[in-house]
């Protein structure tokens, strides 16, 4: 894994001045990725396994852990199911495997995002810091915000069926996409949400700056929710914002 940091600015890094843990037995791919960070902003902690992990945490707390999947003990996959017994610190998964079953089972008990080797240092950090802006929206929202029902403009979204109401109490259909999208945007109303953040959060994995479809995905989503106004707003050369009121109960 090479990579040229020579155009990184650690001013241009949302994340810069979070800790981020490394946790990987190879030392190679250890020192590049913490170098890496390190240049990027980041305060970086390194361990090896899951002993030096525990140690590392025992030493203060982080913003996010970047897990590697094989590990000498106990694995990524047992040390992410032990962490979220106790502790909701993001978790971004490293693993040599390409075998979905594997990533699954990782987002299945807890990691929030997951990069197969070898990869692009570059989207690793794209990647961190996604996870880092999901996890502060989330901690922006009060208990209440978490409820299950979610109601705007005389519509209402049961995120427990995962079902949508209009305002004649119709149900519309939503796609998985759209419902993502729409709770997205429910999520942090009155905020602009950039194309990257819209189409990482709906379908797990970093925009590049040609790709288009989040456009698409809003304009089917306007086409459904907007027959009395305009929710969705176009802010231009930024994103998309929410207009409407959103309350939760």
């Given at each position: 894994?090479?990579?040229d940091?020579?155009?990184v ?5 949302p994340?810069?001045l979070?800790t981020?843990l490394?946790v990987?037995?190879?030392g ?6 913490a170098?890496?960070?390190?240049a990027?902003g980041f305060h970086?902690?390194?361990?090896r396994n899951?002993?030096e ?8 707390p982080v913003?996010?852990?970047?897990l590697?999947?094989m590990?000498p003990g106990?694995?990524?996959l047992?040390l992410?199911?032990?962490?979220r ?14 075998d ?11 990691a ?7 990869f692009?240092?570059r989207?690793?950090l794209?990647?961190i810091?996604a996870v ?5 929206l989330?901690?922006?929202q009060?208990e209440a915000?978490?409820s ?6 005389g519509w209402r ?5 995962r079902?949508?109401?209009n305002p004649?109490g119709?149900?519309?259909?939503l796609?998985a996409g759209?419902y993502?999208?729409l709770l ?5 109303p009155?905020?602009v ?5 819209l189409?990482?959060?709906a379908r797990n994995?970093v925009s590049d ?6 456009d698409?995905?809003v ?5 459904k929710?907007e ?5 969705i707003k176009?802010?231009?050369?930024a994103g998309?914002?929410?207009?409407a009121?959103?309350?939760?109960g």
């Amino acid at each position: 894994m090479e990579y040229d940091n020579s155009s990184v600015d650690p001013r241009q890094n949302p994340g810069a001045l979070d800790t981020v843990l490394v946790v990987d037995d190879d030392g190679q791919i250890l020192q590049l990725v913490a170098k890496f960070l390190r240049a990027s902003g980041f305060h970086v902690r390194t361990a090896r396994n899951g002993v030096e992990m525990a140690e590392s945490l025992r030493h203060g707390p982080v913003d996010l852990i970047v897990l590697d999947l094989m590990l000498p003990g106990a694995n990524g996959l047992d040390l992410c199911r032990d962490l979220r017994r106790t502790s909701t610190v993001p978790v971004v998964m490293l693993t040599a495997k390409g075998d979905d079953v594997d990533r699954i089972i990782g987002l299945e008990i807890g990691a929030d995002d997951y990069l197969a080797k070898p990869f692009n240092p570059r989207e690793l950090l794209a990647r961190i810091n996604a996870v880092l802006r999901r996890s502060r929206l989330r901690a922006a929202q009060p208990e209440a915000a978490r409820s299950r029902t979610i109601a705007f403009a005389g519509w209402r979204l049961d995120t427990l069926k995962r079902e949508l109401t209009n305002p004649a109490g119709v149900v519309v259909d939503l796609s998985a996409g759209e419902y993502i999208l729409l709770l997205t945007f429910l999520e942090a109303p009155q905020r602009v949400l950039t194309r990257e953040y819209l189409l990482d959060a709906a379908r797990n994995r970093v925009s590049d700056s040609f790709d288009r479809s989040i456009d698409v995905q809003v304009s089917r989503l306007r086409r459904k929710i907007e027959s009395a106004g305009e929710l969705i707003k176009t802010v231009r050369g930024a994103g998309y914002l929410f207009a409407a009121d959103v309350s939760r109960g």
